[in-house]
């Protein structure tokens, strides 16, 4: 009987339909294997994993293969988003032993949980050196029945090996001057100065890297980090993995170029990235950010915000063709002939040129995505894109959206997890304020809501995701916590509401009480969760910002707007980590880089006395000293402790600036507000 019916996650649901017998990650999975006397079948993806999707079409859909993982496993189905801690674990045991990992991930355990075998996606026959997946069934089946005891002590043996792992803390401290200028030479070393961005092919959004940059600039004055910073931001802008028609970026560009991209489309891409391009505008005056941040803020609320208000996981790669066949990429992809249809000969040919539409086509089967190829010298213009058809390109773009439309859409992954919506909160809060925006502001607070409504219980305890309104069943983890309270407290500095504040508050007390371990060394679960045959813990950037540096970062900055020595500690000690790491791997732990940022700088505490979203109020939102916080209200209102005994001069909005326990003389003026805020 397959039991995924009445789970909350979309990719299980996905598999409720199969043929496979599938178990929810429960105790009961294990019990029922311990009870027949056979190992369990794990396997993890998620509903926007492409070869998650074809080998679900080729093997669990399939009744003979099915029937075979029937009668001879329990098989388990996770999805890696609403259970990272799973994922973590058993993506460091393959990794261990095979030296890669991705998804599907598929690992053999036994009913202890300890795994035997792994592997990732498994072709139905055998090809390119890989086995089929019913030959790796056999042979695990057969291992299984005829030398469990030598089964037993290989998956002894590698749960030993993992529980003896130890992390290399650091110990003596926060990064200083040094470590931050030596993870700079490094990234400068991997950068890629004909084509931007880092590494090779495939090219991943650096979104945490370029935080770094950017603070780093504005701290140090360093042009060259401001300088990849932007180059790689306009690179990614003007190439496919962004979309030219419709706003938001997707995974991640297959090539070095940023050409083709792998097409889905994720919230907490989008979200970092919306924040990212926002305070490069903030630092460079770039239209080009400008526009992009916008862009991709819009595509967030239009394509992932859900009926109760939050932000909903992904967009699928895949959707069906014209011949209904669904195939990675068709929604997005031109051919010279669909241009020809919707816009007519002259047209067309001005939109193939504009977007790099070719005969040969960049992608599959003549086909194109969609790219601003331009000048490459124009990456550097300070003023972005300088389209001399302007009003021409603005009308052909809108005319294609409209058409593109028409097109079977792909699918959406509903979950709401709370750490992207933390993200999100962050990025929409603040790119609102940027650019005088209020709406984005008002669907951050609504995403804000839903997350106290629905994720926090009456002890601040977070769930990790919810669906349709209903809170699921899985505890939040460390990068929960770390990013809901980072989205909170942006939104108290946007909208001079103490309650967010409070609500980060509640979260990092509890990061302090049940995530904490020994010498500061933060866990990715809480001390009270399921056990797992390790407790994953990881201060390493993945898509996402590490959960131990998400939290470094929060409790920085709660303890700069409260005066917690309790907070600034727990942060201090946490970034020792990124002391021992960032000079070796920057490109891996961008986001605890940046918080090193905001901790050298201070970070900067400002009281705006006087009216929310005034003059003061935005100057000091405007500043570029890493990770400033902005406390604004009037005074003597209870709102924020930065606010206390802080009056007026002569009856005039005032602001105050203070760092390391010293504070400037209060200003009415917003330019000398601003010259305080530079960075340098």
Known sequence: MNRLAGVTSPYLLQHADNPVDWWPWSPEAFEEARRRGVPVLLSVGYSSCHWCHVMAHESFEDEATAAYMNEHFVPVKVDREERPDVDAVYMEAVQAATGQGGWPMTVFLTADAEPFYFGTYFPPEA?????????????????????????????????????????????????????LAQALLGLTRDYDGKRSGFGGAPKFPPSMALE?????????????????????????????????????????AVDREWVVPHFEKMLYDNALLCRVYAHLWRSTGSELARRVALETADFMVRELRTPEGGFASALDADSEDAHGKHVEGAYYVWTPEQLREVLGEEDAAFAAAHFGVTEEGTFEEGSSVLQLPGDPDGLRDP???????????AGVRERLLAAREQRPRPGRDDKIVAAWNGLAIAALAETGAFFDRPDLVERATEAA????????????????????????DHAGVLEDYGDVAEGFLA????????????????????????????????????????????????????ATPAGWTAAAGALLSYAAHTGSEPHRTAAEEALGVVKALGPRAPRFIGWGLAVAEALLDGPREVAVAGPVGGELHRTALLGRAPGAVVAAGEPGGAEFPLLADRPTVDGAPTAYVCRHFVCDAPTTDAETLSRALGGA
């Open 127 to 179: 090809r390119h050196g890989m086995p089929s997946f019913r030959q790796v069934l056999e042979g695990v089946g057969a291992a299984w029945t005829e030398r469990r005891d030598e089964v037993g002590e290989v998956a002894g043996r590698i749960v030993r090996d993992l529980s003896e792992r130890s992390l290399a803390h650091g110990g003596d401290g926060p990064p200083g001057e040094a470590e």
């Open 449 to 472: 809501d839903l997350l106290v409504r629905v994720h926090m219980g009456p002890v601040a305890r977070l769930v990790r995701t919810s669906k349709d309104g209903r809170a699921g």
């Open 383 to 393: 003023d972005g894109l300088r389209d001399p058809d302007g009003p021409r390109a």
């Open 212 to 252: 770094f940059l950017l603070r780093h600039h504005a701290r140090t004055g360093a042009d060259g980090a401001l300088q990849m910073a932007a180059d790689t931001c306009a690179a990614m802008a003007r190439g496919g993995i962004y979309d030219q028609l419709g706003g938001g970026f997707a995974r991640y």
């Open 491 to 542: 939104l108290a500095g946007v909208t001079g509401e103490g309650a967010w504040l409070e609500f980060a508050g509640f979260l990092l007390d509890i990061v302090l009480q049940h995530f904490r371990g020994e010498g500061g060394q933060l866990y990715d679960t809480a001390d009270d969760a399921e056990r797992l045959i390790r407790r994953p813990q990881d201060p390493t950037d993945s």
